[in-house]
């Protein structure tokens, strides 16, 4: 059962990233959670990261898409997918962005899931995305 | 005074002419006052008001000629008719030109005294009327520019920028406002000049083009590119009977308080569907993980997650508690409260034992301390219950386990006239720069430490308009990792209690 995969799941929400975590190791994925944008970077610099689960409004609005633009930056991360949690339609710094294949190039992500998020989908996506 | 009948003046040295003309004229229906001599008719004339004055040309003393000329300097509207002889005809012609309206010759018959008489009558209504509807014109006139200078002040002290071009696109009129509103200098625009985009914005500029080439369109609106100021034109095509376009007004007007408004809307309402869609998520994500079974085999964790869920949900409702207690107090901010001299000391206990439950089960101690010879306040009773509860509330809720709050109330050593509250806490406290962002709606200390803690990050703000409106103060000391204290100042009540 042990994909022996890492998933990085960026919340500020302790409850929502509790439940993910229990979906995800119940798929046997490995979970690296933290709470702010900051902590997130922390983890892709120190650890191997298959996939990143960032939710797009933590401290301060648009954080989900920041931590998106920081991992595209660097040339080791840039292939990291990228999984944005949110609602349909975000009102960002930007501009109002949609669940499109415009919208998600803008933000630098690969797969957008509104909350709360139905867990098979979740894992369809995760498989989706790390499976090469 | 009768249709045809008039007031008139007989002026003759001749007693038996005056008379006689006075029963002539007086069998008509006419009223007739007499006189002998110029000076004589010149002090009755003065003094009533007559239609008609006939006057004999050839008298002692102050002649007709004169008196004639002296009558209709006193009252233009007067018609006069001479009497004279056959010898002084010709006088009496010169007479009608110094303004005389006809003449009579001596000898005359009743008939032609009375015939005279009803043909020079109508003339001095006719007169009057003339001369009413002359002074009627120039009151007119005089409104028409009264109104027009009103008109002008108007527009001069409107708060909106006014501009008015004409078909031509010539400069017309345009107002102070326009030339502030525009951030013109010193280099105001001339009358006449059509308006270029070296002092208009091109914005502008395309817009009034654009109501110059639409046909059917009388009203046009736009909010203006650039600022601040942020600016919106309404233009007004002004058309004549045929539809033809005479030319544009432009009214310019500062939107942007208005706009900022919408965006604290804006703002408030995304914050608070974000404060509704992260527990709602989370409670949702929840329970997704027991339907799935994941945590069948440990109902131990089962259990936590249903009480976490059942916690979410009671923050939920305190949301929505928060936000209503928020948009009354909006409103009351405007109303006048009745504010009632108020012991703090009996309300702090009550604010305390409000407490006292989640204390207990974090194992935090409360201490209250009031002074005995604390004034009172003049505040409403309800609303302060609502702020010392928040504050005891946050003292416990952010506190560690086992530690200690302390509730101290005094009369305020650095600010006279003032009470002071302090509610001090041993527990995780705030980073310097979180301090300034207290009180804005929904802002929550985000770190490590409070990730945990259930709140709306509304009952800062709540606290800070209760304070506001009994014009009081709210002041925060914290150190990250040891505490904070937060001290309310309220203004004592300006008569003794109990007084």
């Known amino acids: ?132 | 005074m009768s249709e045809g009948t008039g007031r008139i003046l007989v002026v003759d040295d001749e007693r038996g002419m005056r008379e006689g003309c006075r029963r002539i004229l007086e069998s008509d229906g006419h009223r007739v006052t007499t006189a002998e001599s110029g000076e004589e008719a010149l002090g009755v004339f003065s003094k009533g008001a007559f239609d008609l004055a006939l006057l004999d040309l050839k008298m002692a003393g102050m002649s007709g000629l004169e008196l004639l000329l002296r009558l209709r300097e006193i009252d233009p509207n007067v018609v006069c008719v001479m009497v004279t002889a056959y010898a002084t005809l010709e006088t009496a012609v010169q007479a009608t030109k110094s303004g005389a309206y006809d003449y009579v010759a001596k000898p005359f018959t009743p008939d032609e005294l009375t015939s005279v008489v009803d043909r020079a009558l109508p003339l001095h209504w006719l007169r009057v009327e003339a001369a009413q509807a002359r002074a009627e014109a120039e009151r007119n006139l005089l409104l028409v520019a009264t109104e027009q200078s009103r008109t002008r002040t108007i527009i001069q002290s409107m708060a909106e920028g006014v501009m008015v071009t004409n078909r031509e696109k010539r400069l017309v009129l345009y107002n102070p406002a326009l030339i502030k509103l525009l951030g013109m200098k010193s280099e105001a625009p001339e009358l006449g000049e059509i308006p270029e985009a070296r002092l208009f914005p091109p914005d502008l500029l395309s817009l009034m083009e654009e109501a110059y080439n639409r046909g059917e369109t009388t009203m046009m609106s736009r909010e203006l590119a650039g600022g601040p100021p942020s600016l919106a034109a309404s233009i007004a095509t002004i058309r004549d009977e045929a539809g033809e376009s005479l030319g544009l007004v432009t009214v310019v007007r500062d939107i942007t308080e208005a706009k900022s408004l919408q965006q604290r809307m804006s703002d408030f309402v995304s914050m608070v569907a974000h404060e509704l869609r992260s527990p709602l998520g989370a409670i949702a994500q929840y329970l997704d993980v027991i339907l799935n079974g994941i945590t069948a085999d440990n109902p131990e964790k089962e259990k936590q997650i249903l009480a976490r869920c059942r916690e979410r949900t009671g923050a939920l409702s305190q949301l929505v508690r928060d936000l209503l207690d928020l948009s009354r107090l909006q409103h009351l901010a405007k109303v006048e409260r009745t504010l009632a001299p108020l012991r703090l000391g009996p309300l702090l206990q009550e604010a305390v034992s409000f407490a006292a439950q989640s204390a207990k089960a974090r194992n935090v101690t409360i201490t209250l301390e009031a002074a005995c010879d604390l004034p009172s306040v003049d505040a409403d009773r309800e609303e302060m219950v609502r702020l010392f509860t928040n504050l005891v509330d946050n003292a416990v809720k952010y506190n560690r386990d086992g530690g200690s709050v302390l509730v101290a109330a005094r009369q305020a050593g650095a600010a006279p006239g003032y009470v002071a509250v302090e509610v001090t806490d041993t527990g995780v406290g705030m980073p310097q720069g979180a301090i300034a962002r207290l009180g804005e709606a929904f802002y929550r200390v985000r770190t490590a430490a409070t990730m945990q803690i259930t709140g709306t990050g509304l009952g800062l703000s709540i606290c800070r308009q209760i304070i506001e409106a009994h014009h009081g103060q709210l002041e925060v000391e914290s150190e990250e990792g040891k505490g904070s204290t937060f001290r309310v100042l309220l203004p004592r009540t300006q008569r003794p209690a109990g007084a």
């Not at chain 1, 409850?15 to 190791?25: K, M």
């Not at chain 1, 989900?64 to 660097?74: E, K, S, T, Y």
């Open chain 1, 1 to 132: 059962m042990s994909s022996g995969k890492r998933v990085l799941v960026v919340d500020d929400d302790v409850d929502f990233i509790d439940a993910i975590r229990l979906t995800l190791e119940a798929a046997g994925y490995e979970v690296a959670a933290v709470n702010t944008a900051e902590a997130a970077l922390r983890v892709v610099r120190e650890r191997t990261v298959n996939v990143a689960i960032l939710d797009m409004m933590m401290e301060e609005p648009d954080s989900g898409a920041m931590v998106a633009h920081a991992l595209r930056r660097r040339p080791e991360m840039k292939d990291i997918p990228v999984i944005l949690v949110t609602g349909v339609t975000e009102q960002t710094g930007y501009r109002v962005v949609t669940d499109s294949p415009e919208g998600r190039a803008l933000l630098g992500v690969d797969a957008w899931l509104d909350k709360p998020v139905d867990p098979q989908e979740l894992l369809r996506k995760i498989e989706a995305l790390t499976d090469e």
